[in-house]
Each structure stands twice: as C-alpha cells, then as structure tokens.
C-alpha cells in the first residue's frame, strides 16, 4: 500500500517548500502514473489571459514544469525525427543536472524534521515522473511504441542541463575537500570529473546534517533560472547480419593487413563486405567474424566461409528480403569478382555461438596442389593414402605465425585424404581435417615441426604450390534460396 501524506499540515509544508504540481505528487508518494499524465500545462486548460506565472520548482528545477508542455514536446519530437531510426518501439530516459541530487537531499531532511509521517513516504523519483507525464506522448507523436529499457534496443535519452549546476555542486568541496584533491589527482582513474552522480550520492550520505545544513540552502531555494531541454542522444543495440563468403584471389586477406600501421594490402574480404553493410544500415562502423580464416593466398570455395558482421547503433533495422537480395547484389559487384557473398540474412546476437563452437566442432576440406622437390614419387604410395582415416597430427606452431602466436603443440586430426597424380612430380591433396589444423605444414613438414607429413608418409620431399578450402562444414547459417542473376555455382 501506498505510504502518503495527507494532513493538512503535511500539505502546508510541502507547498510551503514551491514545489510544482507533479512535484508534490512526487513527495507525497503517489505512484498513480495517471496523475502525472493528467495534469496539463495551463495554457491547454486555460486561456493564456488566466495562465498564472508559476515560480520554478525547488525540487526539479522546472523540469515538470517546463519540459512536460506540449511545446517542449515538440522540440523532441524534431529532434528525434531528424535522427531518422526506423525502429518501432522506443524508450524515453532523461539526463539530469547534479545539483538535482543535492535539492533532493536537502528536501528529505527537511521533511524528515518537519513531518514524521514522511519516513513511511517513498518519493517518486524525477526521471520516473518525467517518463510517466512524457514517454507515451513522445512514442506517439513519432509513431512509435513506448516501452521499458530492459527490453527495448532503441533509447533516447534527454539531456537536461542547468546553468548553476557547477556552482550548486561546489559546496560539496567545502565539506569533502580531501575526496576532490583525490579527484584531481588520478584524473584517469574518474576520467577527469569532479562531479559524478554515484560521487556526490557517495559523499551526501557521508554528510553529516550540521555539516549540509552549514553549507547548503536547507531547505533549497528557487533557483534563478530553469533547467533546459538540450538535445537529444539517440542509441540502438547492435543487429547483426550473417551470410557466407567465397573468395577467389591469392592476392586478398580476410581482414585489413597492417604492418606497424601501414596496409600491405589494398582492400580485404571484411572491408568489401561491411561498407555496403554499413552505408545501407546506416551505422558509423561495424566488427567482422567469421568462422576461422584462409591465408591471403588460398581460395576459399564450395558454399563459401560463414561469417557475421556486427553493427552498432544502426539506424536501419528492418529489411524485406529484397532489400538483403540488393545488398548482396552490392557486395558482390564491389567485389569485382574478388570475392562473392550468398545467404545474407539478418540474425540474433545469440547465434554467434555457432561461430564460436564451430571453432573446434567443425571440420574442412582441402585440395592442394602439392609438387615432389626430390625422389620418385610412386603411385602406391599416393593410392595409399587414400586408406589412411583419422590420422592425429602433432603440430607445434608453424614458423610463420610465431611472432603473433604461442609456441604450443596441438593435436589436430585429419579425417580423411586421397591424391591424384598430375605428372611425374605434380600431384592434388585433398583432405577433410579438424578444425584448426595447419594444411600447409602437413604438406611440407615445417621442418619437421608438423609429423608425420605429406614427407614422411611418401617418404620424397614435398612442396605445397596451392591451397583451396573446398568446404567449411558448418551448417549455419541457414540456406537462402536466391533466384538472383549473380548467383555463383558451388564449385
């Protein structure tokens, strides 16, 4: 049951204090969000000739006084249009100036002497109010739907400022001036601020009331001027969008190559996928995935390599499925035969983890171009091959990843594997291996870092000229059925 004032005393005393109407809702403790909706600015029950000039509130500096009217409303309501987010639902949250904290404060202790009733009261807090009176009508003047932070991906948030806030707040150095010599010091570990919501919460309930009453207005004053409606930040979670990727040059790494900060390469599978991503959902930036990555110089065919893009705070959410059809339309002709993408769909952040799990879980398969440096290469050998399951390979990390990865030995399988000679010293390897395995090195044997190997089970030395990854067995994510023209054959 709601805990209320309502003496006549308690009454007198909260109007004596020049609290505004929802105000003193508020400190009564009424949590009826129809009372807040209901009471309108005068103009709109009055003629302007009757509107009495109300003093700006103690308590929320004319925050639901001022910005609660239509005409505040509407400036919202412009800003919020012109960030142009097609989502259809919305949450309403408000940034507050500090000094805030500090009238509250002084406003319970106030209370708390003059009426002994206001113990039992729960006080409304002011962004609770603000989103009761103005939240709906926001949503609908946008036409969208209203609904609470926990479950919505677009927030809006309306920051409030007011012009004494910093003079307000500076009494609090008075009264914990070893607190804010702390602060100047390690300015990195508060990032540089003085005044902190959860700071001056922290320092007001180690205040003692003689020590606030001698620094601070008790109760507070009206403030000289209003707080004021400053702008709008729009934010809207990451989507994601997933598909399948093939790539058909030697001469293109799957993400930007940078060495000591200079490219290596012009261009990657990542940037000429996310750009059209980005530039169609209208996101400033994006994060690329993909279940493993080729060499620069493999191809990677068949279905082609999954992958996922991440992208923060896009204003474009929702597509039909022509719109995904034309963006991997896009990709692809900007990709210029480099690269081609299949299955673009959007997907929920909780299917990355088939990425993740494919990882280890899946397996590959493989067709290398492989040459004999030295000895006779016998078909028994080759044909022999193709008997040999399961195999478990011991690999310590090649030479050539070193220096950004682990020295480590790893176990890695390869399932299977059959050869077919070209000529006298060229033959095709393909295998199906365990994730993770390094190709390369089973064929030539990194020095005999990788055994056995492509060397050891000929018994001649060998040399890799070519690697394809055929297929990525990972069934995720789903297949699209496309009817579009540029449509790539599996190979």
Same mark, same amino acid.
């Given at each position: 049951?709601?805990?209320?004032?309502?003496?006549?005393?308690?009454?007198?005393?909260?109007?004596?204090?020049?609290?505004?109407?929802?105000?003193?809702?508020?400190?009564?403790?009424?949590?009826?969000?129809?009372?807040?909706?209901?009471?309108?600015?005068?103009?709109?029950?009055?003629?302007?000739?009757?509107?009495?000039?109300?003093?700006?509130?103690?308590?929320?500096?004319?925050?639901?006084?001022?910005?609660?009217?239509?005409?505040?409303?509407?400036?919202?309501?412009?800003?919020?249009?012109?960030?142009?987010?097609?989502?259809?639902?919305?949450?309403?949250?408000?940034?507050?100036? /500090? %000094?805030?904290?500090?009238?509250?404060? +002084?406003?319970? *202790?106030?209370?708390?002497?003059? @009426?002994?009733?206001? &113990? !039992?009261?729960?006080?409304?807090?002011?962004?609770?109010?603000?989103?009761?009176?103005?939240?709906?009508?926001?949503?609908?003047?946008?036409?969208?739907?209203?609904?609470?932070?926990?479950?919505?991906?677009?927030?809006?948030?309306?920051?409030?400022?007011?012009?004494?806030?910093?003079?307000?707040?500076?009494?609090?150095?008075?009264?914990?001036?070893?607190?804010?010599?702390?602060?100047?010091?390690?300015?990195?570990?508060?990032?540089?601020?003085?005044?902190?919501?959860?700071?001056?919460?922290?320092?007001?309930?180690?205040?003692?009331?003689?020590?606030?009453?001698?620094?601070?207005?008790?109760?507070?004053?009206?403030?000289?001027?209003?707080?004021?409606?400053?702008?709008?930040?729009?934010?809207?979670?990451?989507?994601? /969008? %997933?598909?399948?990727?093939?790539?058909? +040059?030697?001469? *293109?790494?799957?993400?930007?190559? @940078?060495?000591?900060? &200079? !490219?290596?390469?012009?261009?990657?599978?990542?940037?000429?996928?996310?750009?059209?991503?980005?530039?169609?959902?209208?996101?400033?930036?994006?994060?690329?995935?993909?279940?493993?990555?080729?060499?620069?110089?493999?191809?990677?065919?068949?279905?082609?390599?999954?992958?996922?893009?991440?992208?923060?705070?896009?204003?474009?959410?929702?597509?039909?499925?022509?719109?995904?059809?034309?963006?991997?339309?896009?990709?692809?002709?900007?990709?210029?035969?480099?690269?081609?993408?299949?299955?673009?769909?959007?997907?929920?952040?909780?299917?990355?983890?088939?990425?993740?799990?494919?990882?280890?879980?899946?397996?590959?398969?493989?067709?290398?171009?492989?040459?004999?440096?030295?000895?006779?290469?016998?078909?028994?050998?080759?044909?022999?091959?193709?008997?040999?399951?399961?195999?478990?390979?011991?690999?310590?990390?090649?030479?050539?990843?070193?220096?950004?990865?682990?020295?480590?030995?790893?176990?890695?399988?390869?399932?299977?594997?059959?050869?077919?000679?070209?000529?006298?010293?060229?033959?095709?390897?393909?295998?199906?291996?365990?994730?993770?395995?390094?190709?390369?090195?089973?064929?030539?044997?990194?020095?005999?870092?990788?055994?056995?190997?492509?060397?050891?089970?000929?018994?001649?030395?060998?040399?890799?000229?070519?690697?394809?990854?055929?297929?990525?067995?990972?069934?995720?994510?789903?297949?699209?059925?496309?009817?579009?023209?540029?449509?790539?054959?599996?190979?």
């Amino acid at each position: 049951m709601e805990a209320i004032i309502e003496t006549s005393d308690g009454d007198s005393v909260l109007q004596s204090l020049g609290l505004c109407k929802l105000c003193f809702l508020r400190y009564t403790g009424v949590r009826k969000t129809q009372e807040y909706c209901s009471i309108n600015d005068c103009e709109a029950d009055e003629p302007p000739t009757k509107c009495r000039k109300e003093d700006t509130c103690v308590a929320c500096l004319g925050l639901l006084q001022h910005l609660t009217k239509d005409s505040e409303i509407k400036h919202i309501v412009e800003d919020l249009s012109k960030a142009n987010y097609d989502s259809p639902v919305i949450t309403c949250a408000v940034s507050l100036p /500090i %000094a805030l904290q500090i009238r509250a404060h +002084s406003i319970e *202790l106030f209370l708390s002497e003059k @009426l002994a009733s206001f &113990e !039992r009261v729960k006080v409304v807090p002011i962004k609770e109010a603000w989103k009761w009176a103005c939240s709906q009508r926001i949503a609908s003047a946008v036409n969208k739907e209203s609904c609470s932070g926990a479950t919505c991906d677009f927030l809006v948030n309306i920051n409030v400022e007011y012009s004494q806030d910093l003079k307000e707040c500076s009494a609090l150095e008075q009264v914990h001036s070893l607190k804010f010599e702390e602060r100047r010091k390690q300015k990195r570990k508060f990032h540089g601020q003085l005044f902190t919501r959860q700071g001056v919460e922290g320092m007001l309930n180690s205040t003692t009331k003689e020590e606030f009453v001698s620094k601070f207005d008790y109760p507070p004053t009206a403030p000289p001027e209003p707080a004021f409606y400053n702008g709008v930040q729009c934010s809207h979670n990451a989507i994601f /969008i %997933a598909g399948r990727y093939n790539k058909f +040059s030697r001469g *293109l790494s799957q993400t930007p190559w @940078l060495v000591e900060g &200079e !490219r290596r390469m012009e261009g990657s599978v990542q940037e000429l996928i996310s750009k059209v991503l980005e530039e169609h959902c209208n996101s400033k930036n994006s994060k690329f995935v993909a279940s493993g990555r080729e060499d620069v110089d493999v191809r990677t065919l068949g279905r082609g390599r999954p992958f996922a893009v991440e992208l923060p705070d896009p204003h474009k959410t929702f597509f039909d499925p022509s719109e995904l059809v034309s963006m991997q339309k896009l990709i692809n002709e900007g990709g210029r035969g480099l690269i081609h993408v299949r299955d673009l769909q959007r997907i929920h952040k909780d299917e990355l983890v088939h990425l993740k799990m494919g990882e280890e879980s899946k397996s590959k398969s493989y067709e290398a171009y492989c040459v004999c440096l030295e000895g006779e290469l016998l078909d028994e050998k080759l044909d022999a091959l193709s008997n040999i399951k399961n195999l478990v390979l011991e690999q310590k990390t090649p030479i050539r990843v070193l220096h950004r990865r682990p020295l480590a030995t790893r176990n890695r399988t390869v399932l299977q594997m059959s050869a077919t000679r070209v000529d006298d010293k060229f033959f095709k390897l393909c295998l199906e291996t365990q994730a993770g395995t390094y190709v390369k090195e089973f064929v030539h044997g990194d020095f005999g870092r990788t055994n056995p190997n492509m060397c050891t089970l000929l018994g001649v030395s060998v040399d890799i000229l070519a690697l394809d990854v055929k297929q990525v067995f990972l069934d995720w994510p789903k297949c699209i059925i496309s009817t579009d023209s540029d449509s790539v054959p599996v190979c």
